[in-house]
């Protein structure tokens, strides 16, 4: 299926469009049981992670057998304050998020969601909400040395729980 066939078009003009997308990807990877899905952002601030939609798809995701969520961002301070029920989600999700923060400067870290073929986005403005679907395994691939490259220079970060007295 392409891009084309399952969001109506390969281009992404706006927020709703963007959020329409993210809702429509998981919910594909869900539907396809994608084995690991990978989303990259500098804070996660416009990824609609409060949405039902989009919680009802992880959900659905998460339940299947040997997943991996990976989140890699500059950083997740925000994130517990922002979206109070995505971190009660990745809380009660643990054991499949792995959630690192960059010392990569965060003009230079991508918002993307990659699940594979069809069902990968990349936001290349997002200041104007302008992006695309990933159609092809070459441009998927060559955004996965972008993401092994953030890897390489994160430590692990935003901790399903947090101890103290």
């Known amino acids: 299926m392409t891009p084309d066939a399952c969001a109506g078009s390969a281009h992404i003009d706006d927020r709703s469009e963007f ?5 429509r990807a998981l919910s594909m990877a869900a539907r396809e049981r994608a084995r690991e899905l990978c ?6 601030e416009a990824w609609p992670l409060e949405d039902p939609q989009v919680l009802g798809a992880l959900t659905a995701w998460a339940r299947l057998p040997k997943r991996q969520l990976l989140m ?3 950083r997740f301070d925000e994130l517990p304050r922002r979206c109070p029920r995505f971190t009660a989600w990745r809380r009660d999700w643990a054991h499949v998020v792995e959630c690192r923060a960059t010392e990569v400067e965060a003009s230079q870290v991508p ?9 990968s986005l990349h936001l290349a403005d997002r200041l104007q909400w302008r992006g ?3 159609a092809d395994d070459s441009e998927i691939s060559a955004w996965r040395e972008v993401v092994d490259v953030l890897m390489q220079r994160s430590d692990a970060d935003f901790p399903a729980n ?3 007295l």
């Open 162 to 164: 947090t101890l103290g």
């Open 72 to 74: 890699i961002a500059c």
């Open 132 to 134: 695309h679907w990933l």
């Open 111 to 119: 918002t993307l969601l990659l699940a594979g073929t069809a069902h």
């Open 19 to 23: 959020t329409a997308a993210l809702r």
């Open 39 to 44: 989303f990259v952002d500098p804070d996660f």
